[in-house]
């Protein structure tokens, strides 16, 4: 076993103190915050030495081969119908950047609207998101350097494939609505790359200048703008459940307050003079409800359409004369017909039980299809099955297999077990393992979670874990409190003051396997990304028994000092909101104390850890894994790596193509194999370390 390259006892300075709030700290690793010179070469060390160590592994390019077929497996994207034109993002290769294709069908012969390897062969951009105007005339479509997603607009103009003048920079994530006649449209913005709060713009199609922002007041730093389809409406969502707290008459009026803030989200889609919610505001699972434009603040005028049901509603549209619902039942998708008066007709018929989602990522905050005039159009994935598209028409209740999943795995097992959480929650774990595995005796095995941000982590497909089971280990993934797959309260159950159930639950599903007899401690490694990147430093914090190792993806550690002194206002705000405010008299101090980079505990015997971070990322940067990694590598008690890896030219887990993401899977996953002792299966043995 490899050890670590530099103590980090060689790497404390001069004691740092601060004071936040109530909270006194002294950081003695203070100094890898900033992207000095000297923090720059320690880090490029620091890399090179983890790439030569990763990369000498066992089996590291059978384990690349393996995943650059998964990667290629994950790179289906569901058809949008917009006009006469079908638009569908592609990866013609495994060296080449995601691209944009426009066809006359949604499988057909396409021709490529948007290339970003034909902006700059040389270093291309990433595409990051694209929103087509209503017939499909125009395309608005964000790119950003190095996977960065410090986004810059532009519009293509679809028949003949030109840009038009706009260059808007500062549209990170950016919401583009369009109006009906496609001459202009509202998108949500920045005043600079600092997002310090999100800011909604009109833009008039072809003008090479950007607008000023529309006179709202907001100081959140998520917003997103819709038109309604007749164009005589706008509302603005604001925060990260959404709420249309804006409302325009775009014939006549002036921007008016609309919803008010408080409990729950709104989504909804226009329908004349009203505005058709899916809410949770007195419903923590969701129901629709149709709401007045002209008396919203008369909640007497309000008609409930679909009452709550057991079911996660997650996503509402209007497709001809018939309202569609996306909604999860134990995290598995459905999706429900109902007349526009809620009168139930019927379900979509899904290949199975898993994931329904408009790209291949196996989580969801809400979009699960997209709705075109006459059908819609989605992914659908599960634990043994990769992405395949569907399209189905609603008026012949149609459902037609667009595409074919490249990979599955018939002989692996998924089932649903049930973990109890230490305040007596039942948490429902997903496991997965070979069907001829002996479950009569304890087996490495791989845990993977998220458990925060309101988003839904769905048993869809992950290729790096179908190899491990396939390999004769087992994959769980508990669903911690902090998502929403049991709804509003499930997320509201684990987080600002009760964000340590996140972890309990972890703990849980882990020691689940345990008591099954399927694993043992010490032989179960954890992954985690970004919020889940987080939640792998505080296991193995802990609950350093139970892990052989740990691999945290894209973390924040410092949750204290995660905005700063005002230098990242966008990250500092978000994770306030789930994580809690470090100058609040109660939130800090708890936060104080489970915050990764402060809970790093003496003496404590850490498992192998890999802390990977992208260069170009500006929702986690690159800062907090080096000031963990430092200050755990000094604690430790025990001889295990603890390692930093930085990926170049990749933001957010973003901005990768199919061969450097396959290559990327590869040494984490290798990391982990060495670890546990378990040999990937069907590979071609490398003459690495043994």
Not at 254 to 262: D, V
């Amino acid at each position: 076993m490899a050890s670590n390259p530099l103590a980090a006892s060689e790497l404390r300075r001069d004691d740092v103190s601060y004071e936040i709030g109530s909270i006194r700290f002294t950081d003695p690793y203070r100094w890898l915050e900033d992207d000095t010179a000297e923090v720059l070469a320690w880090q490029r060390r620091e890399d090179a030495d983890t790439v030569a160590y990763l990369h000498s592994l066992r089996f590291f390019g059978g384990l690349r081969d393996a995943m650059e077929r998964g990667a290629a497996a994950m790179r289906v994207w569901a058809p949008r119908h917009h006009g006469d034109y079908w638009f569908r993002m592609e990866a013609p290769d495994a060296e080449a950047p995601t691209r944009l294709v426009v066809a006359a069908s949604p499988t057909g012969p396409g021709r490529v609207l948007v290339d970003p390897a034909a902006v700059d062969p040389a270093s291309p951009p990433t595409l990051d998101w694209y929103w087509p105007s209503c017939d499909g005339s125009l395309v608005a479509f964000g790119l950003s350097a190095a996977g960065s997603e410090q986004s810059v607009l532009h519009v293509v103009r679809t028949a003949d494939g030109a840009l038009l003048p706009e260059r808007i920079p500062n549209t990170f994530g950016s919401t583009v609505s369009w109006l009906p006649d496609s001459s202009g449209f509202y998108y949500s913005g920045y005043a600079g790359p600092e997002r310090a709060a999100a800011l909604c713009y009109f833009h008039r199609a072809g003008a090479s200048e950007p607008a000023e922002p529309e006179p709202l007041a907001n100081d959140d730093v998520l917003l997103a703008p819709q038109v309604s389809p007749d164009g005589r409406w706008v509302a603005v969502y604001i925060g990260r459940e959404g709420r249309p707290a804006y409302l325009k008459n775009l014939v006549d009026g002036e921007w008016k307050t609309f919803l008010p803030a408080g409990p729950g989200f709104y989504r909804g889609e226009f329908a004349g003079d009203e505005l058709i919610c899916a809410t949770t505001d007195g419903s923590p699972r969701g129901r629709v409800v149709a709401i007045p434009l002209a008396t919203v603040d008369d909640r007497s005028t309000w008609r409930e359409l679909i009452p709550e049901s057991e079911a996660v509603l997650l996503q509402i549209a209007i497709v001809g004369e018939r309202i569609v619902l996306g909604e999860t039942v134990d995290a598995r998708a459905r999706l429900r017909l109902t007349g526009l008066d809620g009168s139930p007709e019927g379900q979509v018929p899904l290949p199975g039980e898993g994931v329904v989602s408009v790209d291949p990522r196996a989580s969801s905050n809400g979009l699960m299809f997209f709705a075109g005039q006459r059908e819609i159009t989605f992914l659908y994935h599960s634990l043994t099955v990769s992405p395949a598209a569907y399209r189905y028409e609603i008026a012949s209740r149609r459902l037609e297999q667009l595409t074919r999943p490249a990979i599955e795995h018939p002989n692996l097992a998924a089932r649903l077990g049930w973990a109890t959480s230490r305040d007596g929650t039942r948490i429902p774990v997903e496991i997965v393992h070979r069907q001829d595995l002996d479950v009569s005796r304890a087996h490495p095995a791989f845990v993977h979670a998220y458990g925060g941000f309101s988003y839904a982590l769905l048993p869809g497909y992950f290729p790096h874990f179908a190899v491990f089971a396939e390999s004769g280990g087992v994959f769980a993934m508990p669903h911690c409190r902090g998502g929403t797959e049991y709804g509003r309260e499930w997320w509201h159950a684990a987080r600002l003051l009760t964000k340590k159930h996140t972890f309990e639950d972890l703990f849980a599903g882990a020691e689940l396997l345990v008591a099954e007899g399927l694993t043992e401690p010490g032989k179960i490694a954890f992954e985690g990304a970004s919020n889940g990147g987080v939640l792998a430093l505080a296991a193995v914090n802990q609950r350093p028994d139970l892990w052989a190792c740990a691999v945290s993806m894209v973390p924040l550690s410092d949750l204290i000092r995660v905005d700063r002194d005002g230098m990242e206002p966008w990250t500092g705000k978000v994770s306030q909101v789930e994580y809690g405010n470090p100058e609040d008299p109660e939130q800090g101090p708890y936060l104080l104390s489970w915050s990764p980079y402060h809970d790093v505990r003496e003496g404590s015997p850490y498992p192998a850890v890999l802390v990977c971070s992208g260069e170009s990322d500006i929702r986690c940067p690159v800062w907090h894994a080096r000031k963990w990694v430092a200050r755990a590598r000094d604690a430790t008690s025990s001889d295990n790596p603890i390692r930093l890896r930085v990926y170049p030219a990749m933001g957010h887990g973003t901005g990768l193509t199919v061969r450097r993401q396959s290559e990327w899977l590869a040494e984490w996953m290798g990391f982990v194999f060495d670890h546990l002792g378990l040999e990937p299966a069907g590979l071609v043995r490398d003459h690495g370390r043994h």
